[in-house]
């Protein structure tokens, strides 16, 4: 059964073309919604998304086009789903395998900061408008069109300096790990 003729049996509450849609299209919603949480959520997280979405399906089912397909209407529910259990929710964590206490003790936190502090040295170290770039794109998590934009470098310039600033952030980190 093709998409258009899916979604006109859904239009008509057929629970069977539920059925029939769910089949064929769980692989594809999991996938938009595991692209969406990149990680940061198990297995059952996204098993319940996708129910969500389908859920959705069936409530909005009468008002669907059936010449639009089902693809995409899927596909924007799911992100949308994911990214409202981002905003709303933590990420489930793993249980430790070890029944050892996971928080670090004094000497591990001790690092952890000199390591810290040897980042944001480099980092400040790095030139204008490199310093810029570097903290807006990996710290602020900004578009790379954009800063590149607003720096006034083009998206190959600005890719080149990111380039050249992890290599230099590498050589000052190991540099200071060997003294």
């Not at 979604?7 to 008509?12: G, S």
């Not at 069977?16 to 769910?22: I, K, Q």
Request: charged share 30%.
């Amino acid at each position: 059964m093709d998409e258009r003729a899916l979604v006109k049996k859904l239009n008509r509450g057929s629970r069977g073309a539920l059925d029939a849609a769910v089949e064929r299209f769980t692989p594809y919603v999991s996938t938009v919604i595991l692209h969406t949480l990149a990680g940061r959520a198990c297995r059952e997280d996204v098993e319940e998304l996708c129910a969500d979405v389908f859920v959705a399906l069936w409530t909005n089912a009468p008002g669907l086009d059936p010449e639009q397909g089902l693809r995409p209407w899927l596909a924007a529910v799911a992100r949308n789903k994911a990214t409202d259990w981002l905003r709303r929710a933590r990420p489930s964590s793993p249980i430790p395998d070890s029944a050892q206490d996971p928080s670090p003790g004094p000497e591990e936190l001790a690092q952890q900061r000199e390591q810290s502090a040897r980042l944001w040295a480099a980092v400040d170290a790095l030139g204008e408008p490199d310093r810029t770039l570097f903290l807006r794109y990996y710290y602020e998590g900004d578009k790379l069109k954009t800063i590149a934009a607003e720096l006034g470098l083009s998206q190959t310039a600005a890719k080149q300096r990111l380039f050249r600033g992890r290599k230099a952030l590498k050589a000052a980190l190991k540099g200071a790990e060997t003294i």
